[in-house]
Structures are given as C-alpha cells and as structure tokens.
C-alpha cells in the first residue's frame, strides 16, 4: 500500500494500488535522471498510476494551505494542463527508453496512452484555506470545467476535488491532513 506526502496532505493508497502501478511522477527516477537533465524547464504530475483493470491516472496537487495563497483559475487550469502535457511525454519516453528491473507503470502508462480501451483521468486535488465547504464545491466545479477545456484534447475525465468535495476517484484512495494540520 504506498503512502504519500504532499503539501499538508497524505495520499495513502488501498492495497489494490501497488508500489509498481503508482508512482509519485516527479520524483521518479527516469524523470528525474533523463528527462530533466534534458529539458530542465520540464514539470511532471505528482502521481502517475494504473488502477486495474487499465485506468490511468494523472493527479496534481495544490495546497494552497502553505504560502501565499493560489493562482487564478486560468492559471492553475494552464499550469496543470503544461504539467499533463509534459507527463504524457515523459510516459511515452520511458515506455521507449526505459526498462527497469520489476514492474514500474510509468512505461506501461506510456504503452497504453493510445489504446482507447484505458481510460485517461486527470485529478486535481486542490485545498485552499480562504473559501468555505459551498464556495469551495463552487470553484472546484468551475476549475475543473476549464481544466477540461484545456485537456479535452487528450480526455474529458478531468475533476477537481478537495477533501471537501472528494467523490471517491480514484478508487481505493483516501487522503488525509498530515498530523498536526486542522480540518477534515
């Protein structure tokens, strides 16, 4: 059962997700070494992972709990959309260019991206401190309509979510706020 940490949150996934079918995408080795040695400018998703039987998700997290605050809707919308985009190509490149000892999905991802019987979901997970459960629901909805704008030349299965707001997607996740942080 792999268990991550971003931001404030932590993504602990059930035991249907593997070590080998979900990665944290940007500090994976192969995009690490290969791809951002190459191209610095490069960003990655945060999680990248098959769930049987062959859905493949992308997932970013914004939590705006730490800092100054977020961006824009259309800012955020195109800085996860660049990192969808750029996520898709490092998926394709480790599926030619990499071959690691084990099972790992980031090349899997990479050799199922085209086959129009997996499913391509791209989850945003976004807390902010400003906005209350309703105005949260509320903004969620009107991010994740631009974001599909954005993406609906790769898939229209885009949702932004927040543990307010959170549907269940993917399956066997659930996520919590580290110790020490208030709130659900």
């Not at 995408?25 to 998703?45: G, I």
Request: charged share 20%; net charge positive; glycine share 8%.
């Amino acid at each position: 059962m792999p268990v991550y940490d971003e931001g404030m949150l932590r993504f602990n996934f059930a035991a249907s997700w593997t070590e080998s079918n979900v990665k944290k995408l940007d500090a994976h080795a192969f995009y690490r070494s290969r791809v951002v040695r190459a191209l610095q400018h490069t960003k990655a998703v945060d999680f990248a992972g098959i769930y049987p039987p062959g859905e493949i998700y992308l997932v970013e997290v914004k939590d705006y709990r730490v800092g100054d605050g977020g961006p824009t809707v259309q800012d955020l919308a195109q800085a996860v959309a660049e990192k969808v985009h750029d996520s898709v190509a490092v998926a394709v490149a480790a599926a030619r260019e990499y071959n690691p000892p084990g099972a790992d999905c980031l090349p899997e991802i990479g050799r199922t991206l085209p086959d129009p019987n997996h499913t391509l979901r791209v989850i945003l997970w976004v807390e902010d401190p400003t906005s209350g459960v309703n105005k949260q629901k509320h903004e969620l909805s009107v991010l994740t309509n631009v974001l599909k704008k954005k993406l609906r030349w790769i898939t229209s299965k885009v949702l932004a979510v927040g543990l307010a707001s959170y549907a269940g997607v993917p399956p066997g996740l659930r996520v919590t706020n580290l110790p020490g942080v208030g709130g659900p």
